[in-house]
């Protein structure tokens, strides 16, 4: 399966991590591309013009956080480009943010929409997520997961808490690396058109789409992130 490697052209700290991701990209024998993702100062309104989802996340950056809207929009259009291509294309893929380590080969099995391949990382540290509890139910439970498993609605943390269409449904823990089918693209393409823009990993919902994980991850993040989709380029 194609990967798409997302970083920032130009900024340091990104190229530098993007350097230690194709380094075990290519150990592990992946098949991807690299691939200069939209920033702020790239940002083009009109690739996907639709109003923000009323009541969403990205809407409430542009009204408390005028400065951060645009970077939160840049990362939203680059999970909705890989969307487009997924869906042109008629075949699954794989997006990955430049902060991340494979540590395995690239078999992906059966899944029906998103199929997220850091979920055993994504709420130990470095991750920003790392005080959530998450981590202690995956220790526990791990060995009688299946291959791919549902993301577990009791005891998962992360829950939509804006007051829009998509609230209390199951959000991913970021976007750092998760696969894509066709079916789940056109989901994520409707929900837009339909009802509008919302920060990545808030539109990367259950009411949405079909959630689920790979077990062990194949994914993991690197020691260091440059954070650049809160600090801007």
Known sequence: ???????????????????????????????????????????????????????????????????????????????????????????????????????????????????????????KAPSVLAGKNFAGWQQHHQKSLAQTYEFPRDVYPLKYYKDSVWNNSMMVPGTSAYALSPYGAEKLLNAVEKHGLEQSDYIYNSKVMHLEALNPSIVKLQKHNPNLSHRGV
């Open 1 to 123: 399966m194609k990967a798409v490697l997302i970083y920032v052209e130009g900024n340091a700290e990104s190229e530098s991590c993007r350097d230690t991701a194709e380094a075990s990209l290519k150990k592990w024998g992946w098949d991807y591309e690299p691939i200069s993702g939209v920033t702020p100062h790239t940002l083009d309104e009109d690739e996907f013009p639709f109003p923000d989802v009323e009541g969403g996340r990205l809407q409430s950056f542009g009204v408390d956080e005028p400065k951060k809207y645009p970077i939160k929009k840049s990362c939203l259009f680059n999970n909705l480009r890989l969307a487009t291509k997924v869906y042109d294309a008629g075949e699954s893929m794989i997006f990955l943010e430049h902060d991340i380590e494979v540590i395995d080969r690239c078999e992906i099995p059966f899944f029906k929409d998103l199929l997220f391949l850091s979920m055993d990382y994504a709420f």
